[in-house]
Structure formats: structure tokens, C-alpha cells
């Protein structure tokens, strides 16, 4: 759906935005959309990464860390950006 979204925005702008402005201007454009398409190709295909348990015990991950920063469902240790286990 964004691909389809984005080349009608193109579209428009070929008929509409192209015509009026400098070729200098054009092609900046055309390279700056291309960019855009290439940078969301390369996120949308990463991985996410996942927080992952390294086969520490619970017990000695609570000596070592605050309790408010594990998790005792999943037994991993919560960082600041992660989210909850479901």
C-alpha cells in the first residue's frame, strides 16, 4: 500500500510539481524520493532484534540488578526501550 501511495505522489508530481521547477531542482527531488524508497526497503526488511535470556540464572540476576528492572515472567533483564513479554 505505501508503494502504491507513493508512486501516485510521484505521479503528481511528474504532471503537476516537475514541469514548473528547475531541472536542478527535479533531479534533487527524483534523488531524494528514490532515497526514500531505498532507506524504507533497507527498515522494513532488518530485524527487530529481540532480548534474549543467555542462560543466567534468575536468582543471580536479581543479586546483581534492581528487581524493578527484571522481568519474572520472561527472567530477562527489561532495558529502557523494550517492551513486556505478552
Known amino acids: 500500500m505505501f508503494y502504491l501511495i507513493f508512486v501516485m505522489m510521484v505521479a503528481a508530481k511528474l504532471t503537476t510539481v516537475y514541469p514548473r ?6 533531479r534533487v527531488s527524483i534523488v531524494l524520493d528514490l532515497l526514500a524508497i531505498l532507506l524504507h526497503l533497507l527498515l522494513t526488511c532488518r530485524d527487530p532484534g529481540y532480548i534474549r535470556n543467555d542462560g543466567i540464572e534468575f536468582m ?10 527484571l522481568c519474572p515472567d520472561c527472567e530477562i533483564i527489561r532495558t529502557t526501550r523494550s517492551r513486556h513479554c505478552i
Not at 521547477?21 to 527535479?26: A, E, H, W, Y
Not at 543471580?60 to 534492581?66: A, G, I, V, W
Open 21 to 26: 521547477q528547475s531541472v536542478d531542482l527535479t
Open 60 to 69: 543471580k540476576l536479581l543479586e546483581t540488578f534492581d528487581p524493578f528492572s
